[in-house]
């Protein structure tokens, strides 16, 4: 008798609910399988936007370090672009660039966001700058000329970076080289401070 009305209380269930327990067991052994392809998915897009993130840029970046193997793409707090020596199996961190709207994005010159790469090496003393964007009123040509940027390389980190003391204004003191000048002690302090924290360099 017991089993002839649980006979008939499976039979009298609806139809709707024997698909609904069906589909609700179903996803559930399915549901592992979708995270994981979607993390693959995700993967291969973000290695695709690192990838994407310096094109147009190798140019700029071969000439900061020559003797570089490969660039990373942006990567860490504040971004930076990381710069290898060697082969795959001698492989070494030689430095880092940072460009000046990813770690300094508020700070501006006459008219606007000044884009700069800066380059520095692992011991903190930069390699060079180059100037990707800015824009200054017409006739004005303050961070363009080479002078100006030929006269970052060398410098360390610690430097003061003070147009008038260590940083000539090669023209004059405008307000887009205080900037510019500025904007690249921020940059190379802030990605260099990332370096020295980061846990890969802490000592046991």
């Known amino acids: 008798m017991q089993v002839r009305f649980l006979r008939c209380r499976v039979g009298a269930l609806p139809r709707n609910f024997l698909l609904m327990t069906w589909t609700g ?7 592992p399988w979708i995270v ?43 971004a930076h672009i990381k710069v290898f020596a ?21 700070e501006r010159g006459y008219e606007g966001p000044i884009e700069m790469l800066v380059g520095m090496d692992t011991s903190g003393t930069l390699r060079g700058i180059r100037l990707i964007s800015h ?12 002078e100006f940027a030929a006269q970052f390389v060398g ?31 921020k940059t ?4 260099v401070r990332a370096h020295l924290a980061s846990p890969e360099n802490e000592r046991p």
């Open 36 to 78: 994981m392809v979607m993390l693959l998915v995700a993967a291969v897009h973000v290695d695709a936007w690192l990838q994407s993130s310096i094109r147009g840029l190798e140019v700029h970046l071969s000439s900061l370090f020559p003797e570089a193997s490969r660039f990373s793409g942006r990567t860490g707090v504040p």
């Open 155 to 185: 410098k360390s980190v610690l430097d003061r970076f003070r147009v008038g003391e260590d940083v000539d204004g090669v023209t004059t003191a405008t307000i887009t080289v205080s900037s510019a000048t500025r904007v690249i002690r």
């Open 135 to 146: 824009r200054e009123p017409y006739g004005y040509f303050s961070i363009e000329l080479p």
């Open 86 to 106: 060697g082969n795959a199996d001698n492989e070494r961190l030689i430095g880092f660039v940072g460009s000046t709207v990813d770690v300094e994005p508020l």
């Open 188 to 191: 190379a302090r802030r990605v």
């Open 25 to 31: 067991i179903r996803s559930r052994l399915f549901q």
